[in-house]
């Protein structure tokens, strides 16, 4: 059975009601990529993903926590409700919003291990992989370069998995993105769900 799991304006209690024999739970937190913008949910790289959970016979659901324009400020300011569902994995899927604007690198680092502190402390036993980003150079090289850097530094110290750029292969090419530029289409995801799939099928 496809058991993809959409937040939007449901009582989390109702929609993952807590039971002994309920599927481990895998988090996707993250963007407006993550939520799939301009594409149909099922289509979006978290549902490829309990697709291939299920072709491989794992017992795990799959949830979908993307909210198009979120920054790493709003990610911080709503995980405490997304943690009630009590993840078994959880993939961080923010911080391109803020490169985007040019947000403080500063204050986008400080989110990003926050909200991996509340992930721990909801569940200590958490895997949590942090999925990188890139920007084109608008803002010039300086601030690209360093945001480059911030994904790799975060894992490294707060010692969580690594994507080095989710959109590898993705990102940049007109064939696999909507007229946008920036968000992938449905051939897009199904690239983006395969870098996904070989760092999170190990934990699994």
Known sequence: MFRLAFIALFSLFN????SQDQPKRIVFFGDSITAGYGIPIESAFPALIQKKIEEADLDYQVINAGLSGETTAGGLNRI??????KPDVFVLELGGND???????????????????KVRKANPKAEIILAGMQIPPNLGQE??????????????????????FLLEGVGGDPKLNLSDGIHPN???????????????????
């Open 15 to 18: 929609l993952f009601p807590m």
């Open 80 to 85: 405490d409700w997304i943690l009630r569902s």
């Open 99 to 117: 490169g985007l604007r040019g947000l403080s690198m500063e204050e986008s680092e400080k989110n990003l291990k926050a909200m991996i502190e």
């Open 143 to 164: 601030y690209t370069s360093k945001f480059k850097s911030l994904f790799p530094d975060v894992a490294k110290e707060m010692n969580t998995k690594l994507i080095p």
């Open 186 to 204: 449905q051939k897009g995801h199904e690239i983006v769900a395969e870098t996904v799939w070989e760092y999170l099928k190990p934990m699994l």
